[in-house]
């Protein structure tokens, strides 16, 4: 059964440091692009960042450029999110997602029902 399972999240101050981790089990997750997502209550769900690493692609929202750092170990079949610099704005509940495409320049965030998404890890930031 495949699973994508993410992990790394808690609590933390504002202006501090995170690193989320997403495992693949029954899946190679070097063989899709793979996206992070969050959603907050009551807050529509919003694509944060997506990696290609085949071709070492990546792609960052405007409101994480600078801060997040998306990046893979195929050894261990699992992609990060190192997220510095943490804002309360950033509290969400954070999803991996094995996707089709990343975002480019000129297009948004392509969803397929054949998508696989994990179970979510919460990130709370808050003093």
């Known amino acids: 059964q495949v699973q994508l399972v993410e992990s790394g999240g808690g609590l933390v101050q504002p202006g501090g440091s995170l690193r989320l981790s997403c495992v693949g089990s029954?899946?190679?997750?070097?063989?899709?692009?793979i996206g992070w997502f969050r959603q907050a209550p009551g807050k529509e769900r919003e694509g944060v960042s997506c990696?290609?690493?085949?071709?070492?692609?990546?792609y960052y929202a405007d409101f994480v450029k600078g801060r997040f750092t998306i990046s893979g170990d195929n050894a261990k079949n699992t992609v990060y999110l190192q997220m510095n610099s943490l804002e309360p704005e950033d509290t969400a509940v954070y999803y991996c997602a094995t996707l089709d495409k990343c975002p480019r320049a000129y297009t948004g965030w392509t969803l397929t029902p054949d998508d696989f998404w994990g179970q979510g890890t919460q990130v709370t930031v808050s003093s």
């Open positions: 990696l290609i690493g085949i071709d070492h692609y990546t």
């Open positions: 029954e899946i190679t997750l070097s063989h899709y692009p």
